[in-house]
């Protein structure tokens, strides 16, 4: 897979997109003409929207989906939200105990106000233990911390042989995960990491039985077949289709993730996993890492983030090891170079 050089040109081998994904320069031009604009007084606000559904078009080309299963939110805790709150009392949802809290906290808020029951497993485990006592799945596809990647296709089939509704957390793995987002009922994430969009742009993807159970609870005026049209008053006007669940977009956000998104599109989802996972697999070898088949992996390491950043390198470090992201702007010279400082630490 070939990338333009000209697109991404970070000061550092950045080794760090799980943390947040590097803005192609098309997103970051774009961006500054719209502020070069907001501060000349020469913005017409209802441009945005056209805006808005050319991103979320270019995000349901690269993931094969119909549009009108898209909404514009802001962060993964929005959908989160929407579903812990939509799920009935007396529900038992299942989670993995290491996900990330955003995830999390909407539905423990809930059994803290003993309105539901969660069950926490490891993440390796929690196909294995889907069954038709629970209402609920809920987890991230790609472990944030550790890089470990969820079976989806088993975890769909089982979950909906059984009849148990699903929410995953596509916040590590949209823009370089294929995913069928129809398999589940609710797909979402914040779009900033490996989908190089500015913080503030996210989606979320609903089917059309989703939607039967799935609350607006944050419902507003962006949220309507007719935005302009439901500003004031009442009665409620939410639209049928994905954008019911939007929220009001973050302007500026969303002019970058147009072009980031259509990035992503243009290269395919398919082509950057097969580029990702051939750079970690090379890397893995190099360093004597288990390889786990997914852009982020974590390693024991006596390297902090200071010490590879003195030797041009930017990765992260969580839960007291080293963690480490690769995607589509990576060459097998970043790898090497980190492999090398990697093995000299041992």
């Not at 009392?89 to 106000?113: H, I, N």
């Not at 006007?237 to 009001?248: P, T």
Request: glycine share 6%; net charge negative; proline share 4%.
């Amino acid at each position: 897979m070939t990338i333009p050089k000209e697109l991404f040109t970070p000061d550092f081998r950045f080794l760090d997109s799980a943390s947040y994904g590097l803005l192609p320069h098309p997103a970051t031009i774009a961006m500054h003409r719209q502020i070069d604009l907001f501060s000349h007084g020469q913005v017409d606000i209802k441009d945005f929207d056209a805006i808005v559904v050319s991103a979320l078009g270019h995000l349901a080309t690269a993931y094969g989906c119909s549009n009108d299963h898209f909404g514009a939110i802001g962060q993964l805790a929005t959908a989160s939200s929407m579903v812990a709150h939509s799920i009935p009392v007396g529900s038992k949802v299942l989670m993995a105990k290491e996900d990330f809290t955003s995830v999390l906290f909407p539905f423990l808020e809930r059994q803290a106000q003993s309105e539901i029951v969660v069950d926490f497993v490891p993440a390796n485990q929690l196909v294995n233990k889907v069954n038709q006592t629970y209402t609920l799945i809920a987890v991230s596809a790609v472990q944030s911390a550790t890089g470990f990647v969820i079976d989806l296709d088993r975890l769909s089939e089982k979950a909906n042989r059984l009849g148990v509704k699903t929410f995953i957390d596509a916040t590590q793995a949209a823009g370089w995960l294929p995913m069928r987002l129809d398999d589940f009922d609710v797909v979402a994430a914040s779009a900033y990491k490996w989908l190089l969009c500015p913080r503030g742009s996210g989606f979320i993807h609903t089917t059309e039985e989703a939607r039967h159970w799935l609350r607006p609870t944050m419902s507003s005026w962006y949220a309507s077949d007719s935005i302009w049209d439901s500003i004031y008053g009442p009665p409620l006007r939410l639209a049928n289709d994905g954008r019911r669940y939007q929220i009001s977009p973050d302007w500026l956000s969303w002019v970058g993730a147009e072009h980031s998104l259509k990035l992503i599109s243009e290269i395919g989802v398919r082509n950057i996993y097969n580029h990702n996972v051939e750079l970690m697999k090379h890397l893995c070898k190099l360093s004597n890492v288990e390889f786990n088949d997914s852009s982020i992996v974590s390693v024991e390491s006596n390297l902090e983030p200071d010490d590879l950043i003195k030797n041009g390198i930017r990765a992260s470090l969580r839960n007291g090891r080293l963690r480490i992201s690769i995607h589509l702007y990576n060459s097998q010279d970043d790898i090497e170079k980190l492999a090398s400082l990697l093995n000299s630490k041992k």
